[in-house]
């Protein structure tokens, strides 16, 4: 026979243990729970150029929506290809991630000899911005305008130095296209990313750039450099006075640098989403959007901001430029 105290014992163990399930599904729920810890956010370019400067501008924004701190880390060595390839190799779970530009997930597919494959090995999430280039020099430099420029480096053809953010960067690849579509010829000399490049630019110690407008503009401003035209068919709302490449006399000349967000392969779909939404939000931000027309940089259309859409663009242009890239023989020495 079952005595008492045994009885009360353990009808005190049985409802000691359905307190202690019920408090454990809260925190299993948590623990599901996106983002529940700071977010990593990989720029595969140097700090202070034009793709940090978005990523900044843009995460202010993001860290509201998301609710949690997104830690920037930048890394630009070699194309910003070794930085990709630690988003290549993350935990699928959306606490790595990264912003980069076309030359990051684009021309470095043709460039490089890299481990990973830049449209199979990752998530689309959102296609952030696109920034045409602008073609400057160094305040020293003779040319006044940009048939002058061109007219300048055909008479002192290897003479010149265009600073790059690296081997294969856009910048890089902008160059040899100028190169090809003008006869003429020039040094490249690769940096670590746009921002110190720049600063060599305004000091005079090389010639030339071809250079995302929101790296451009504030030194065009300041009066720190020269700018000859915008890469682009229209004029830029930020700096108006700057002609196109066709109005300058180079027709055709069209190189725009865009901005995508993207996670390792395998990122639950509801994760994307959820970047994609904060993405959207910050991107529909007045203030963001404010600070981004003042560099330059032009927000796709609502239909535009959606994964599939990156997924597809990122495909087009990898089919345009890879045989480009190709046929000039560009190449990491």
Do not use: C
Not at 57 to 68: C, D, V
Not at 154 to 159: A, L, Y
Not at 161 to 187: D, K, N, V
Request: net charge positive.
């Amino acid at each position: 026979m079952l005595t008492t105290s045994y009885l009360v014992r353990r009808r005190f163990l049985s409802l000691a243990g359905a307190a202690l399930a019920t408090t454990a599904v809260p925190r299993v729920v948590s623990a599901q729970t996106y983002p529940s810890r700071p977010i990593t956010l990989i720029v595969p370019s140097a700090a202070g150029g034009p793709s940090d400067t978005l990523t900044r501008i843009l995460t202010e924004r993001m860290r509201s929506s998301l609710g949690q701190p997104i830690i920037i880390e930048n890394q630009g060595t070699a194309g910003g290809s070794i930085a990709v390839g630690r988003v290549a190799r993350a935990a699928p779970d959306g606490y790595t991630i990264s912003i980069g530009q076309f030359g990051n997930y684009v021309l470095n597919g043709a460039i490089y000899p890299l481990s990973y494959d830049l449209l199979k090995d990752f998530e689309s999430v959102a296609l952030l911005a696109s920034n045409p280039q602008v073609i400057v020099s160094k305040n020293a430099m003779p040319a006044q305008d940009l048939q002058g420029l061109i007219s300048w480096l055909k008479q002192n053809p290897d003479k010149a130095a265009q600073g790059t953010a690296g081997a294969g960067s856009p910048a890089h690849i902008a160059g040899a296209y100028l190169q090809s579509m003008t006869g003429t010829r020039f040094q490249f000399v690769p940096y670590r990313g746009a921002a110190p490049a720049m600063q060599d630019l305004v000091a005079g110690q090389i010639d030339l750039m071809l250079d995302q407008a929101s790296n451009a503009i504030p030194h065009i401003r300041a009066g720190r450099i020269r700018a000859y035209a915008v890469t682009s068919k229209s004029r830029l709302e930020a700096a108006p006075e700057i002609p196109t490449v066709d109005e300058a006399g180079l027709p055709g000349f069209y190189v725009s640098v865009w901005h995508g967000l993207w996670a390792p392969k395998g990122t639950p779909k509801d994760i994307i989403a959820k970047l994609n939404a904060a993405v959207v939000e910050a991107l529909a931000d007045d203030n963001v959007r404010r600070r981004l027309a003042e560099l330059g940089q032009e927000i796709p259309p609502r239909d535009q901001q959606t994964a599939e859409a990156l997924t597809v663009f990122q495909k087009s242009e990898a089919e345009k430029w890879w045989p480009i890239i190709k046929a000039a023989n560009i190449k990491v020495e």
